[in-house]
């Protein structure tokens, strides 16, 4: 098969070199929450089965994912928007007593008129580049 075979590669150097890339200990997570007056209850106008709870099944989903599937030491965000964005928790290392925390005050939010979805995002990415997240990171937008 190489009979008469000439080589043509021109490039000097052909040594192959390798960069070995190990994922983090853990992704860094951003909860950005809607509490704009779209996410209120209108239970007391619309009874069931059209009856819509958002808020309050927003805050069961946080509580939920916060106490069975978030580990101690997964640093995490949140932040809440509806006008304008507020910066819950900056990123932080959760431990119990931040999970606590994180759970007591989400379950404080209430809604509030209008809603900004370009500034939650940008705050949500604010937050993860002021925990010195520069590539990667999850943004979780409930």
């Known amino acids: 098969d190489f009979v008469g075979y000439k080589p043509n590669n021109n490039i000097p150097d052909r040594r192959t070199s390798f960069q070995i890339l190990r994922p983090a200990a853990s992704s860094s997570f951003v909860m950005v929450l809607d509490t704009s007056n779209s996410m209120r209850d209108n239970c007391k106008n619309h009874p069931t089965p059209n ?7 927003m805050k069961q989903s946080v509580t939920r994912w916060l106490t069975y599937d978030v580990d101690n030491g997964v640093p995490l965000g949140v932040v809440h928007f509806n006008s304008k ?52 990171g999850v943004m979780i937008f409930l």
Not at 51 to 57: E, F, S, T
Not at 114 to 129: D, E, H, M, P, Q
């Open 51 to 57: 009856c819509q709870v958002r808020l309050k099944r």
């Open 85 to 136: 964005p507020t910066t819950l928790l900056p990123l932080t290392v959760i431990d119990d007593k931040v999970r606590e925390d994180t759970i007591n005050k989400v379950g404080k939010l209430t809604t509030a008129i209008n809603t900004c979805l370009g500034s939650a995002l940008r705050r949500g990415l604010k937050v993860l580049s002021d925990g010195n997240v520069k590539h990667g």
